[in-house]
């Protein structure tokens, strides 16, 4: 079964936020040349549905992904370059904000302008 496999690769991998399906894939590419495309693509869409990555879409033309180690939870997106910026906000700040008999299935907070 090779999807395990590059499951862990994959994650190994994504040390860094923020990258897409080809950064992933080029990273992956180097400890193992023979991986494909495709497989890459769906193996990390897996792991996204699975919340071990954390997919960012609607940002630029290609979805990002992200493994949040440390739990950020919020992103400031300069208009002019297209970076991403992590904010450290934890998700548990603003989930104690909800009123009594919310119930949020995901928490993705996008603040846009432009950076310094
Ligand atoms: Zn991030």
New binding site residues.
Partial sequence: MKSPFYHEAILQSCTL??LTVDDIYACVREKFPKAGFSTIYRNVEELAEKGLLHK?SGIGSKALF?R?IDG?VA?FIDQKTGK?Y?LPLPESLILERLPPGFSPESVDIRIYGSAA
């Fill in positions: 936020n923020h960012i992200e949040r950020h992103h991403v992590d």
